[in-house]
């Protein structure tokens, strides 16, 4: 394993607490700071069972590297991530998670697009957000600060053929929904209960052709204004939490 790193600011701590709390080794705090979202903070981590450090400003600033971490820094393990979609999809059958929520993005190249992209799957609950190699961004500094906290927690799946995926993932019953503007039914006449992949191009070009054809159903966004389209993580944050209303969520 490789050795510890840190973490600061209440959300990256927090998500942390609440998906991985056993690799928490320690939490260092500002004592002097005694406001109800601290407070919170503090209560959070003595029921995740964190061992809690007071410290004064300039040795959590010290130890983030950084003099944004809001009182709040961490000393954690890192958490081994799943390394396919092959892989993910097997461990929730394995914990009995029968209806997969999916994000699919064809030709995504905006880090801030994708960074709020994963941020508003992490938000919506989905498993996963896949993309093709060839024409999308990686995880880089700015998607990391954009995803506030959620490029540490949301799988990120980057495959060499989009539409041999949409494929496989058809063949695991899982109902690949594409959105185009032109499509006849809208995102909120669709059955999203069950397992599903939401597929989104990139504004301007949308998906492309193949990825459009590989879609099981399409469906559009209602636009009632002037402009024909919403950015991609507007629409991506649209249809997620359809899916997440329909489930109850």
């Not at 690799?23 to 061992?51: C, H, K, N, P």
């Not at 989009?162 to 059955?191: F, H, M």
């Not at 069950?194 to 099981?216: I, N, S």
């Amino acid at each position: 394993m490789s050795s510890p790193k840190v973490l600061f600011g209440f959300h990256a701590v927090g998500v942390r607490l609440k998906t991985a709390p056993k690799s928490v080794i320690e939490i260092y705090y500002e004592a002097t700071r005694r406001d109800a979202r601290m407070r919170q903070f503090l209560d959070r981590a003595r029921e995740a069972g964190a061992r809690l450090i007071e410290a004064d400003s300039v040795r959590i600033a010290k130890l983030a590297g950084s003099h944004g971490h809001q009182g709040v820094a961490a000393r954690v393990e890192p958490v081994a991530q799943v390394t396919s979609l092959d892989e993910l999809l097997e461990n929730l059958e394995a914990a009995g998670i029968e209806q997969p929520l999916l994000l699919v993005l064809d030709g995504v190249t905006d880090p801030h697009n994708l960074g709020a992209c994963l941020r508003v799957a992490d938000g919506a609950g989905a498993h996963a957000v896949i993309a093709p190699k060839d024409h999308a961004v990686g995880i880089n500094a700015t998607v990391a600060k954009v995803a506030s906290g959620a490029a540490e927690t949301m799988p990120y799946f980057m495959v060499t053929n989009l539409s041999r995926t949409l494929n496989e993932l058809k063949e695991r019953n899982i109902w690949c929904i594409g959105t185009s503007d032109d499509a006849p039914k809208t995102i909120y006449q669709v059955d999203l209960k069950g397992p599903v992949a939401l597929v989104l191009g990139a504004e301007g070009d949308g998906m492309r052709q193949l990825t459009r054809k590989t879609c099981d159903e399409l469906v559009s966004i209602p636009m009632k204004g002037a402009v024909e389209s919403l950015n991609v993580s507007v629409a991506s944050g649209v249809c997620l939490y359809e899916a997440l209303r329909q489930r109850g969520g």
